[in-house]
């Protein structure tokens, strides 16, 4: 959808679906300042989330450059993050009374569901308001992006944390390392990582099935390497191995399936099976979940935050809506929102990266069902 627009008032919103990324300030510092180069004089910042659009006790702030020039050297969210939020006729009805022109979401799979909603509203009522997506996401599991800002970040902050479950495994004797990283339904954080460290021996992600008990299973070769290495690295992704939980059956206020802790989980089966066997072994079990979310962007990441946010504003004033910006096939487009959130995206297992995350880690086949032989003798 096209429509000219004046830009007059616009609101900058942040609303994640899932929570902090690597900072996201960049992106808001540059479309605050693409919009001011526009001539636009009134930007405002919606504070957590879509909560903040209806929420009388959550005002929204204006934004201008001198104010915000510095605040890139922070971490998380100037504007605060939320779960959940309004309903929608409440959050349109808002946009309509403040006459607002614009409307830019910072956001996952989730976020933009949300924002295509509020197009569709705004449509519905002959609304001339433009709103345009950023994709948001650690995961990077929007679909047909190359990359999503936040993620580079991520994998690097998560090889931090395998190096120090690497150390903490051969400092020991007989030492299990054990990483438990995001990836709620894409384990790419946990696969690029795992490549970028060289250090891990077990990769584990939503995506590839895998049984820790029997002659193929995970504890299996985690014994097999502590008699013949003495030392192992297993990195998992958050929705790694639910199946093998107790489902809670409860969401949170996005309305995702709240997950078992894997993590927790396979710590207790390891050091079960390996008391079971009479072998001593020093688990060392590392969640840097918040401490990956929370940090600043690195010069990649922030590099792609300038160029979506740009990007975003130039698609607003060249009339578009119901969008998104990103990166497809190493190019910078605009994607209709509607294209992106039929599903998330995931890791295919026939993919060459992931066949290379195999080569590095020298992990055999999990799945239930198959079988390979590890001299335990």
Not at 7 to 23: H, L, Y
Not at 113 to 129: D, F, P, S, Y
Not at 325 to 330: A, F, R
Request: proline share 4%; hydrophobic share 40%.
């Amino acid at each position: 959808m096209t429509m000219k627009l004046n830009g007059s008032n616009v609101a900058m919103q942040r609303v994640p679906s899932g929570g902090k990324v690597e900072s996201s300030i960049p992106c808001h510092l540059l479309i605050l300042f693409t919009l001011e180069r526009y001539g636009v004089e009134k930007v405002f910042g919606v504070r957590y989330g879509l909560r903040g659009l209806t929420d009388p006790d959550l005002p929204m702030k204006k934004l201008t450059a001198d104010q915000v020039r510095d605040i890139n050297l922070e971490g998380g969210s100037f504007l605060g993050v939320s779960r959940g939020g309004a309903n929608i006729a409440d959050i349109v009805d808002i946009i309509e009374a403040k006459e607002i022109d614009m409307l830019f979401i910072l956001g996952g799979n989730g976020t933009h569901a949300g924002a295509n909603t509020i197009h569709n509203e705004c449509c519905k009522r002959k609304m001339k308001v433009s709103v345009v997506c950023v994709p948001k996401t650690i995961d990077n599991d929007i679909l047909l992006m190359d990359k999503t800002f936040g993620f580079d970040t991520a994998v690097e902050e998560a090889q931090r944390a395998i190096n120090s479950a690497y150390i903490e495994a051969h400092s020991a004797y007989h030492g299990i390392g054990l990483v438990k990283l995001m990836g709620r339904s894409s384990g790419f954080i946990a696969m690029h990582a795992s490549l970028a460290s060289g250090q891990v021996d077990v990769c584990l992600i939503p995506e590839v099935p895998f049984t820790l008990d029997g002659p193929n299973g995970v504890l299996q070769h985690l014994e097999h390497l502590i008699r013949t290495k003495g030392a192992a690295v297993v990195c998992i992704a958050e929705g790694a191995g639910q199946e093998l939980l107790t489902k809670p059956n409860l969401k949170d206020a996005s309305g995702n399936a709240l997950l078992g802790d894997i993590g927790v989980h396979i710590q207790q089966q390891i050091k079960s099976y390996f008391k079971g066997r009479g072998i001593l072994a020093d688990v060392k079990y590392i969640d840097p979940t918040y401490m990956i979310r929370s940090g600043r962007a690195n010069a990649s990441d922030a590099i792609l935050c300038t160029v979506l946010g740009q990007n975003a504003v130039h698609g607003a004033f060249a009339g578009f809506s119901g969008i998104t910006v990103g990166t497809c096939n190493t190019h910078y487009v605009y994607l209709p929102i509607t294209e992106v959130i039929t599903s998330p995206r995931f890791v295919d297992p026939n993919s060459r990266m992931w066949h290379r995350c195999l080569t590095s880690t020298g992990q055999p086949d999990f799945s239930p069902g198959t079988s390979h032989s590890s001299d335990l003798s």
